[in-house]
């Protein structure tokens, strides 16, 4: 009787696993069939996948047109290896997984682990991901392999190396799904998307420093691809790829070594994925026990914060737009990635042998979106702020407040860029122009964003994703607030364009332009921000029903 219920028991236990894969797999079916009924959005994945489409196969068709060239295996070698990094970061920097992959959704579910891992890698492998990662592999393989052996070999690496791919980037988003789901986890992917930003313009600039250096008679010299190729062919999950070259070579044993190492990595990171499986459904998270200390830290912060501050409305709502640009995830990503483009476009200056005070310019433009769609943010606790403007006095000085926070970042960073780029370039005579003309532009930027953020707000999405700044319909009035207001604050600041322009062609002294710019950015602050305080009243239940997401 014992070992007939054991046996029952075993029954029921392998159908209910084989029950959660499958509704983990039926799952990932619906999200992608409710996701391509949904108008736009549907649209764009459809898009976007056809466009990826084109691209991997292009890719893979030009290695394989490159077989029999000197160093075709070593380009499928190098795509492989970008591939891999993409696959590592793409949980960590772009959340871009799903809930069908996201295992703190399913703690509180009676599920067994493996079950779990084994539905979740399944539904893992549905989607465009994995087909076009197959696709660009198949080409990497082809781009070296010489005869039916080596063919042979890559109907098994391919394969392999696309499972690899697919489990490293699930075996990641575990590993780090509290961190992930923190607003420090969230940080730290803001500015990790920007060091994987600078660090592709690096590799950019050095990709056509190489070939530019070693490129002859208009051919594709594929000779400064050897060294990496060397290292990445021994490294899994490339070392798949490495197999199918070596066996055309007639290295069999090495071969065998590298797709044993691919197949060696599967293992430990199918391992690595269920231990964090297990540890996250069985382990409590932690991550707010110090809260009451930190609470404590924050209150005496704020406090030294306020004592810097205007007084008044205009000190709270400065210190409040402040805070979001400290702690919240899509202003911080705002932020940073003004800050960064600038700096990236500055790196690329000094290396290409442009530098110029005038690349500030750049921070003045991108800083002054800052003011965009500030009530967005506030999103339905703008209740509270909508309930305390009494008159135009209160909406000026909430509207002043949010406009002297970004200046009160923008000012001092793009003072001190200009500083560093007229002393890389060794002109100091374009430091005060150059920053007359940033703060003329900031300021327009903020005087325009003041009168956007009444007219045109929008919503943000609940979710908190730094990579999402819109919510569901409104992608459109997002862009269009963006490029109405890049393209009003450069009309607005034409006059000095003008002035400055001017002063070169006479020989005038550039330096007028320092006290001038900061004058006329103030007074195109003040000015959009008295016509937009006039609005905001009238405009308040509008505003409201906006940017309140429902």
């Not at 590993?175 to 803001?190: E, I, K, Y």
Request: net charge positive; charged share 10%.
């Amino acid at each position: 009787m014992t070992a007939q219920l054991t046996a029952q028991d075993r029954g029921s236990t392998r159908r209910a696993d084989r029950e959660t894969a499958r509704v983990l797999v039926s799952l990932k079916l619906r999200l992608l069939r409710n996701g391509l009924r949904r108008g736009g959005r549907g649209a764009a994945y459809v898009l976007g996948s056809l466009v990826g489409l084109l691209v991997a196969a292009g890719l893979a068709a030009g290695l394989v047109g490159l077989r029999g060239h000197a160093g075709a295996a070593d380009a499928g070698l190098v795509l492989a290896g970008a591939l891999a990094l993409g696959w590592a970061a793409q949980p960590l920097y772009l959340f871009t997984s799903d809930e069908s992959s996201d295992p703190t959704r399913l703690t509180m579910l009676p599920l067994r682990p493996s079950p779990l891992l084994r539905g979740m890698l399944l539904a893992a492998l549905i989607g465009p991901g994995p087909v076009l990662s197959l696709l660009m592999l198949g080409g990497a393989a082809a781009a070296g392999a010489d005869g039916v052996a080596s063919v042979v070999v890559a109907v098994v690496a391919v394969p392999l190396a696309t499972l690899a791919l697919v489990v490293l980037s699930r075996a990641v988003a575990v590993g780090n799904a509290r961190l992930l789901s923190s607003r420090r986890g969230r940080d730290f992917a803001v500015f990790g998307g920007l060091l994987f930003a600078l660090l592709g313009q690096g590799a950019n600039i050095a990709f056509q420093s190489v070939f530019g250096a070693h490129g002859h008679d208009g051919g594709i010299d594929l000779s400064p691809l050897a060294p990496v190729a060397s290292v990445l062919r021994w490294i899994p999950p490339m070392s798949a790829v490495g197999a199918v070259h070596s066996v055309a070579e007639g290295s069999y044993a090495a071969a065998a070594v590298q797709l044993l190492a691919a197949a060696a990595l599967l293992a430990l990171l199918l391992r690595w994925w269920l231990t964090c499986l297990r540890r996250l459904m069985v382990i409590a998270d932690s991550s707010t026990l110090a809260a009451a200390p930190a609470a404590g830290r924050g209150t005496r912060r704020g406090a030294a914060l306020s004592r810097l501050l205007p007084p008044g409305r205009t000190g709270a709502a400065m210190q409040r737009q402040l805070r979001y640009a400290w702690r919240e995830p899509r202003a911080k990503a705002a932020v940073s990635s003004g800050i960064g483009m600038t700096l990236v476009l500055c790196v690329l200056s000094v290396v290409q042998g442009w530098a110029s005070a005038y690349v500030v310019l750049v921070g003045g433009l991108l800083l002054g979106l800052q003011t965009l769609n500030v009530f967005g943010l506030d999103g339905s606790a703008f209740w509270l702020v909508a309930v305390t403007l009494a008159d135009r006095a209160d909406a000026r000085a909430e509207l002043r407040g949010r406009a002297l926070a970004v200046a009160s970042y923008a000012l001092p960073f793009t003072a001190l860029l200009g500083v560093v780029a007229a002393a890389v370039g060794g002109d100091w005579a374009q430091l005060p122009e150059a920053l007359g003309l940033t703060w003329a532009l900031l300021g327009a930027g903020a005087g325009v964003g003041a009168l956007l953020s009444v007219l045109a707000p929008y919503a943000l999405p609940a979710d908190g994703n730094p990579m999402r700044n819109a919510a569901p319909g409104q992608s459109g009035l997002v862009l269009a607030n963006a490029m109405g207001s890049m393209l009003g604050t450069l009309v607005l600041t034409l006059p000095l364009g003008v002035l400055a322009l001017a002063l070169h062609l006479t020989h005038g002294p550039g330096w007028v332009l320092l006290p001038a710019g900061l004058l006329y950015g103030l007074g195109m602050a003040a000015l959009g921000i008295r016509i937009a305080a006039g609005r905001l009243l009238g405009r308040l239940p509008e505003i409201l029903a906006t940017v309140v997401e429902r």
